[in-house]
Each structure stands twice: as C-alpha cells, then as structure tokens.
C-alpha cells in the first residue's frame, strides 16, 4: 500500500476542482434562479387536449392586446399553453412581441416529446400525464426573427416531422 | 485448442460469448452505416434513397444498433472476459454447470427478443420508454438476459469466495478488482429494471396496462447510468492491467487503482437524475444531489488518468525517453498494435469524459440534452473508449482462446487509424450541432432543408451534421476492417501453439485494506443508493401516479 506524494497532491486538487464546480452550480442554481424544472401538476392523458387550452395570453390581464390577431402584451409577460401530440406541436406557430419572461405550460396527449427551442436554454421533456412548466427569461438581445421549435425525443415514426416555429417580434 | 485442459468449459464459455459479441457488434453497425446516410441534410432525397431507407427502416435501425451495440456486444465479451481473467489470475475453475446455463439463457434471450425488433414490432428504441408499446416478446426476451447475467454474476463470485476463503491472506489480483467492481455495479443496478419490465412493461404490452411515465424513466435511469460504468469498467480494468503488460512494466500505483476501483464502485449507482435534469415532477434538490454524486463518480476517472500517464511516462523512460516530453515519442505508438489501440481508446475516452463533466452540470444540460451532443459525447466513450479497447483486448485474446493467429496487423492499424480520426470528427461535429440545437435520433428532419428561420443556427448545425457524419462513415469503414479481420482470423488464422500460463494482473502481495473491507465498502454504496433513490421515490409516489395508456410507435 504506497501512494505516491504526488497522487496525493492530484487527489486533493480534483477533489477541490468538483467541490468549486459544485458550489458554482448550486449558486447558479439558488442564487441566480437558474435550475431545473419542478412541477407535481398531473392532468389525465386522455383528457388533456380539452382541459390544456393551447394558445398564448398574459400573464397580467391589464396589459393585453390583441392586434392582427396576435396576442401582445405590454409588459412582455407571456402564459404559452403547449399541446404535443403525434406529430405536432399546438399551436404550431408562436408570436410573441417584445417577450421578457415566458411561462411554457406543457403535456402530452400520447407519449414522450421533446420540446426545444433550437439555439435557446429551453429544453424540456413533455409526458403525458404530467404538465411541465418552466419559464424563460428571454435574453435581451434575442433578435427578431423565426426560431425552430423541435421534438428532440423520439415518439414515433413521424417523429421528424414534429416541429413549430416560434416568432419573436420587436 | 490452444487453450490448457484445466479450464476446457471456461474457455469454451468465452469464445462463445466473445464470437457472439462480435456478431452483435457486427449486426447493431450496420444500422449505423443507415444512420450516418440520413443526416447529411438532402443526401438521402439526392441520391434516391429516401424510397429505401424510411423511417420505419431507420427507427427499427436505431432500435437495433442501441440494443446490439449498448447492451448485447458490451455484456457479451464482458462475460467472456470476466471468466478469462478470474480463471487465469487465480488459477480456479468455476462451476462449469450454471456458466452453460447462463450462456444459453443470454443467447437464447437475445434471439427471442431479436425476432420482434427485426420485424419491426418493438421499434421503442434501446430506452425502451413507456407509453411507447412492443411487443412482449422484446421486453420478456431482455429479461431472460438479465436473469442470465445474475446467473453468470453468481458463479463468478462463488469462484472468487473460495479462492478466498482458501487464500485469506492474499490480495485479489487488480484484473479480478476490476471484474468484482463491474459485476457489483451490474447487481446494484439491475433490481428495479427487472420491476420495471416485469410489473410496468409486459402487463402493458400483453394487457394494455397503462403506465406512469414519471415512475418507468426513474427506475430506468437507475439502471441506464451504471450500465455505462458497467461497460466501461472492464475497458479501464485493461488499461490498469493490459497496457503495462504489453509495455513491459506494472502500473505506477496498484493502491490507487483500488483507489479508484472502489469510488467507481460506491458512485456509479446513485446518479442516474442527472439524465431527467429536464423532467417535471422531480424536485431540484434531489437532482442536485444526483448532481453532486456524478461529480464524484468523475473523481475515479481523473486518479485513473494520472496513474495511467504516470504508468506511460515510466515505461516511455524505461525505453530511453528523455526530458520533459521525450518519453511520449519513445513509446510503441504503431509498433505494438496492442498498445496503440489501447492508448487510442484512452485519448478518446478522455475527450468524452471532459463532455461528460459537461452533461453533468445541473445548468448546461438544458442546453445540450437531447441533441447531437449528446451521441458526440457517448460515442468517444462506449463507442471508443469502450468498444476500442475490446477489440484491441481481442488481439490478445484470439490466439489465446481460439488458438489462431491475427492474420494482418496492417489492418488491424489502418482500422484504428480510421477509428480514431472518425470519431474525433464524429464527435466535434456532433458537440457543435448538438450546440446549435440538432436533435438526436431522428430521421432526415423536412426542417433542416426549406423552412425559414434565424439562419446562422441552421447553417451550423447543416454543416457540423456533415462533417460529423463524413466521421461516422470513417470510423464504421475502420470499424468494418476490424471485424472482419477479427472473423477472418478467428476462421481462417494461422494456427498457434500455446503453451505457459497467461496472467494480465501484476504479481499479487498480502491483502490490503481493500481485501479486508470489501464488505464495508459494498454497503456504504448500498447506503448510498438507498439515500439518492429513497427521496425522489418517495416524492414519485406520494404525489400519485398519472398513468398514461399504451402506444404503438409506428402506425
């Protein structure tokens, strides 16, 4: 039984190495809000495309508008109701005007999906029976434009085809 | 045979369960070859294929390269090792009886499950979620192998606790450190897959049962992380024990190598929340704590990293290296076959565990979970770091137990060569579409050709798609040279003579700590385990089940 004084040495500074990388974690997560998805919310499969209105409000009743038939509210405080069944997302296409803060409220009617909004930290996984929940602080300089929503967990055969697109608009 | 007549049944063991692993390797790579072709964006519409290869073919595909290549080449030539090293270490035979029951069991489980995947009825994909529907077949065919594994597992350990019994005062030898480890992270990991396809999966496939997804991904994910230390354990017993053989030395700290050993051995269960990071329903403190043990359970791979360069810088000294590099370049890089493939799966390896540290933070998962990333990242490791060194390990192995001869090590080092350079640009090329959103498992996407969106993102992840497939098309060719070397010599090899006795383990001293504590160590993992898994339990369950009915996943 030898070890080496410069084991010993390594030993001692990967140990700090994970002991730093899980502080930094946890003050991500606790000091800057930054964590995981938590809901215990549950809603019967079967019933879910009824009791899960798909679409977009806000969050505060007095500030919403409705132009062309686009939900826009003032403060940039968004409610998205998130339908996913195969091989869809419900809605399949998402305005949202000036966003700051977004509240994604979403299950499945079927199996598990995925839901992912390519280039974004919004990534969720979506089972039936369950609603997930998450908000998005949208980074500030989000550019305008069209962003792909993806299914990045397989559900089927036409699992490829099950995307979305989210519009931002300024 | 080549092979001495004391452990006759032994050796028959591995060369069946080592050919058969080949095979399974063999059949689950062909499907990759299908995968490669449909990701490069338009490629399959361009050349006509996409009339061929459909996503029924290609899920199917995807079903049966995660099952052959993850699960059944890994626990094959796992089971032919093991018995190799145990008799050869300890000189014991082990029940000759139960090994053959436990051979036909696996063999004939894998058959019976091969039947529904080939037909396309059980195209869940090797994770197997629920409410995704297969056929019973599949689900009963998998449980037979597990049965078979604890079969295996029991007459290995009743092997290893009468040469204890009978030598008390000796240490285990550091290739059996590296089998016990293995199998004892088999057996704390198997228990609640075994429930969850004998009380969840078949009443829902034979009864339409539904079932609640939240409770099938946590006691999945109990098993799906250890099987990777399960498959990747053997691979790093080689390196303690293989490589300074074939170097001629002993590696730099068998203590540390215990060391190691046993971290592996208490972390690798209670870590299996850091794949459901972006689940609802799982509160964040017990992914954290599921965070925290992954962090720890990457502490046993940095000592390895240290012992093994440590070991190489010796061995390269010991050839005349000088200064503070020189010892690198005097090392046998392509003049021993064994080392060079060995010290490749090593560097590979070490680029997928940096990724992993990555995956494993609480935050950064978000980013990457799901996409290319994340087969960027298993690919270095099962895919290299793993199935590599086993192959490599084959070139011992062949003529030992098949008595034959490798018949080219020019291919053999024009594969690895090919194997290696593939799956660095496999892997960056996955990292950086996986960055910019790419998912996995899915077939030729319509979104990746025509749909207008923010550019840049797409552009990215088209290209880094391509040069990651133009990798996994280099590494399936180094992968297909290596095989059918590996079948060509084990039929048609020169024949050789094998006399002596072969041992991989450095010469074992009296008992250490290790030995005597064993028992201390197993049930401070069990305690482990029981902590992690208690709470998100408890939580699961008292919050009620929300099952959700049965889904075919093709029609």
């Known amino acids: 039984m030898t070890v080496h004084r410069e084991e010993k040495i390594w030993a001692f500074f990967v140990l700090g190495l994970t002991v730093v990388f899980l502080a930094a974690l946890a003050y991500a997560a606790w000091g800057l ?72 409220r979403i299950t499945s009617t079927d199996v598990i999906h995925g839901f992912e909004i390519a280039g974004t930290n919004v990534n969720v996984m979506v089972f039936p ?42 | 045979m080549a092979t001495t007549p004391k452990f006759a049944v032994e050796d028959r063991f591995a060369r069946v369960a080592i050919l058969f692993s080949f095979v399974m390797l063999a059949l689950g790579s062909l499907f990759g070859l299908v995968q490669a072709l449909t990701r490069f964006p338009g490629l399959l519409h361009a050349l006509g294929l996409d009339k061929v290869i459909t ?43 139960l090994l053959r029951l436990a051979c036909m069991m696996a063999i004939g489980g894998t058959l019976v499950a091969a039947v529904p995947i080939l037909l396309g009825q059980a195209t869940v994909l090797y994770t197997f979620y629920p409410p995704l529907n297969a056929n019973v077949l599949f689900y009963l065919g998998l449980a037979v192998v597990v049965v078979a594994s604890w079969i295996f597992a029991a007459v290995v350990f009743h092997g290893i606790y009468r040469w204890k019994k009978a030598n008390p005062d000796k240490e285990i030898p550091l290739g059996v450190w590296g089998v016990i480890t293995t199998l004892v992270i088999w057996l704390y990991a198997t228990p609640p897959l075994a429930y969850e396809v004998l009380f969840l999966l078949v009443p829902m496939s034979l009864a339409g049962m539904p079932v ?43 203590t540390m190598a215990k060391v190691a050993f046993v971290l592996y051995m208490i972390f690798s269960t209670p870590v299996g929340l850091h794949h459901q990071y972006v689940d609802p329903g799982v509160h964040p403190v017990f992914k954290y704590l599921h965070a925290t043990l992954t962090y720890f359970v990457a502490v046993p791979s940095f000592l390895t990293a240290f012992n093994l360069i440590a070991t190489l810088e010796r061995a390269g000294r010991a050839r005349g290296g000088k200064g503070l590099f020189g010892w690198v370049t005097a090392l046998p890089w ?6 060079t493939g060995l010290a490749l799966a090593i560097i590979i390896f070490g680029t997928g565990g940096f990724s992993g540290v990555i995956n494993a933070s609480f935050q950064i998962n978000y980013v990457v979970h799901n996409t290319m990333w994340i087969p960027g990242h298993f690919h270095t490791t099962v895919g290299s770091g793993v199935a590599l060194s086993f192959l490599t390990a084959s070139l011992v192995l062949i003529p030992l137990l098949y008595g034959r001869q490798i018949v080219s090590m020019k291919t053999v080092k024009a594969a690895f060569v090919l194997w290696f350079v593939g799956i660095m640009l496999f892997s960056v090329g996955g990292y950086l579409s996986g960055l910019a959103g790419e998912p996995r498992r899915t077939y030729a996407p319509p979104y990746l050709n025509g749909v207008q969106v923010t550019a840049h993102l797409l552009d990215l992840m088209k ?28 039929l048609f090899g020169k024949r050789v003579a094998f006399e002596g006795e ?15 504590n064993l028992k201390l160590i197993l049930i401070v993992g069990v305690v482990l385990i029981l902590i992690s898994y208690s709470l998100p339990a408890i939580e699961v369950y008292s919050q009620g089940l929300s099952p959700a009915p049965p889904q075919g996943p093709l029609k």
């Not at chain 1, 490829?160 to 989210?166: P, T, V």
């Not at chain 2, 939240?214 to 399960?230: C, I, K, M, S």
Request: neutral net charge.
């Open chain 2, 55 to 97: 996503p029924e073919l290609y899920y199917t595909g995807l079903t049966l390269h995660g099952v052959a290549n993850a699960i059944l080449f890994t626990a094959f030539f796992i089971m032919g090792l093991a018995v190799f090293v145990v008799t050869r270490d300890m000189n014991i035979n082990l029940h000759g009886p």
């Open chain 2, 502 to 516: 072969v041992k991989i383990s450095p010469e074992p001293g009296p008992a250490s700590w290790f030995e005597k």
């Open chain 1, 33 to 104: 809000g930054l964590t995981t998805p938590y809901t215990v919310e549950r809603i019967p499969a079967q019933k879910a495309a009824q009791e899960l209105k798909p679409g977009v409000d806000c969050v505060n009743p007095n500030v919403k508008q409705i132009v062309n038939n686009v939900v826009v509210c003032q403060d940039g405080r968004y409610y998205v109701n998130v339908l996913a069944m195969r091989f869809t997302w419900l809605p399949n296409r998402i305005v949202l005007t000036d966003p700051k803060e977004v509240k994604f």
């Open chain 2, 334 to 339: 392509f003049k021993d076959p064994v080392f």
């Open chain 2, 212 to 254: 609640d997804v939240l409770e099938a991904r946590l006691w999945f994910w109990y098993f799906g992380h250890p099987l990777v230390y399960f498959w990747l354990l053997p691979a790093v017993t080689l390196w303690y024990t293989l490589l300074p053989r074939v170097l001629g030395t002993e590696v730099f700290s068998k």
């Open chain 1, 129 to 170: 029976g369950y609603i997930a929940e998450i908000t998005w602080k949208v980074p500030s300089n989000m550019a305008p434009g069209n962003y792909l929503i993806i299914c990045n967990e397989y559900c089927g055969a036409g699992h490829q085809n099950m995307y979305a697109i989210l519009e931002i608009r300024k």
């Open chain 2, 463 to 490: 290209s880094a798609a391509s040069v990651a497939m133009s990798g996994a098309l280099m590494f399936w060719l180094g992968g297909a040279l290596f095989l059918g070397t590996l079948f060509f010599s084990v």
